[in-house]
């Protein structure tokens, strides 16, 4: 089956320490996504990938650092710089199409991330 | 003035209802635009795609688009329990990759 995979599920970062969430797909997208939700905030865009080995910063960028060295793969470094990281990540993927049509973001089931 | 605005609810239903969830945007040039659903603990899942303005349908859900009002909404009829989650609206422009998401309104159908 197709589809985007977070890993783990669950994760808790103690004071001072990086981690870094795992988002692989297996749908040949080009772009790849990683937001964050808090509570009554929606998604926030945290940084966007269209091609390997390029990325750009999003809304919230502080904190977090990226990498694309694959095309499936989009992993997510929370670092010790982001002071408020307790939230649920969510990574995506699309197909770039040009500028005429466009294709929907596909969600992965996410990442709980929470403080010690 | 917030780009995409949602309603937060909750909105609370019958079983068998009919169910409209709306998003008001302010960005004229947003041509693309989404509806996710999303469970509690899961990630947000495609329910609905359209370009430009224009009604869709998709068995029990029809999505609406009207450019002229910056309105778009989604319909559920003969809601079901199984339809309790919280519903995002995302749009996007030609040329851009990236999403602007509402902040969601959850939904509650009472069997």
Redesign the interface.
């Known amino acids: 089956d197709g589809g ?1 995979t ?1 890993s783990p599920k669950y994760l808790f970062r103690k004071e001072g320490q990086n981690v870094t969430l795992s988002c692989e797909q297996n749908l040949n997208h080009d ?1 790849m ?1 990683w937001y964050r939700q808090d509570p ?4 926030r ?1 945290i940084y ?1 990938s ?1 091609i390997v080995n390029d990325f750009q910063k ?1 809304d919230i960028a502080e904190g977090y650092s990226v990498s694309r060295e694959k095309k499936e793969s989009f992993p997510l470094t929370v670092t010790s710089a982001q002071k408020n990281p307790t939230a ?1 990540y ?1 990574c ?1 993927s ?1 197909t ?1 199409t040009g ?4 294709q ?7 990442t ?1 991330l929470s403080i010690l | 003035q917030k780009e995409v605005e949602q309603d937060p609810g909750p909105l609370s239903v019958p079983e068998g209802a009919i169910v409209s969830l709306n998003c008001t945007y302010s960005n004229s040039a947003f041509q693309y635009f989404m509806w996710y659903r999303q469970y509690s603990r899961k990630g947000p899942e495609l329910l609905m795609y359209t370009y430009s303005s224009g009604n869709k349908e998709d068995g029990r859900f029809t999505a609406q688009v009207d450019k002229s009002s910056k309105y778009i909404s989604l319909f559920i009829r003969d809601s079901q329990p199984s339809d309790s989650a919280t519903y995002l609206c995302a749009m996007t422009e030609t040329g851009y990759s990236t999403l602007t998401f509402g902040k969601g309104t959850m939904l509650l159908v009472s069997p």
Not at chain 1, 104 to 110: A, C, E, K, V
């Open positions: 985007i977070q772009a996504y009554g905030q929606g998604l865009l966007y269209q999003g649920f969510l995506a699309s770039l500028q005429g049509s466009k929907p973001q596909h969600f992965g089931d996410g709980r």
